[in-house]
Nanobody
Framework: QVELVESGGGLVQDGGSLRLTCAAS????????FGWYRQTPGKQRELVAT???????DYGDSVKGRFSISVGDPENTVNLQMNSLKPEDTGVYYC?????????WGRGTQVTVSS
């Protein structure tokens, strides 16, 4: 059983910053892609950012230049640094991991940006 546990969500003002962390219950060697997605009110779940083994990153258009994804320490964790947050970033942020034997999701962490 693979578990992904998110932490770091909360309430922040417009323009503020938050750092999310996701910890996997498996070795980083088993993870080919680590990432974050979000579910914002009235919208489908969308890509926030992903990082591949080897370091290649990909970002959703709405967060480019404001968010940064990185592998943490230990390497079976992934961080999402979110700067210049806007009210439209409000939503539930989900950690995602692709392993050889499947794709897994965390339970999500709430991020609320007040105007």
């Amino acid at each position: 059983q693979v578990e992904l546990v998110e932490s770091g969500g909360g309430l922040v003002q417009d323009g503020g910053s938050l750092r999310l962390t996701c910890a996997a219950s498996v070795s980083s060697r088993q993870i080919s892609v680590f990432g974050w997605y979000r579910q914002t009110p009235g919208k489908q779940r969308e890509l926030v950012a992903t990082i591949r083994r080897g370091g290649q990153t990909d970002y959703g258009d709405s967060v480019k230049g404001r968010f940064s994804i990185s592998v943490g320490d230990p390497e079976n964790t992934v961080n999402l640094q979110m700067n210049s947050l806007k009210p439209e970033d409000t939503g539930v942020y989900y950690c995602n991991a692709h392993l050889v034997y499947g794709e897994y999701w965390g339970r999500g962490t709430q991020v609320t940006v007040s105007s």
